[in-house]
């Protein structure tokens, strides 16, 4: 029987190793695109001091990536029929 050469598919198999270990970084964004679902206007302080003023439901704002779990977090109660509230989230990345 005759032995073939593996060393080309050896360093083939090398290689896809190799670029498989590799990392890459990735930068957080800068800043995140907002949606206000609150049919009112909203005005907000963020983390970093920067005020951000959303007029009205569907109002669009570029935040700042930092301030963005802040604006998370607020919720206002919408009644049911039956009294029940219903915390809504007041804003929403796009």
Do not use: H
């Amino acid at each position: 029987m005759e032995k073939r050469n593996t060393d080309k598919w050896d360093s083939i198999i090398e290689d896809e190793e190799e670029t498989s270990r590799q990392q890459v970084k990735l930068e957080p964004p800068a800043s995140v695109w907002v949606i206000c679902q609150y049919p009112a206007t909203v005005i907000v302080t963020g983390i970093t001091g920067k005020r951000y003023v959303f007029n009205g439901s569907n109002s669009i704002l570029e935040v700042d990536a930092i301030d963005v779990p802040k604006l998370m977090e607020k919720k206002f109660n919408q009644t049911s029929c039956c009294g029940k509230a219903n915390p809504t989230p007041k804003f929403r990345m796009l």
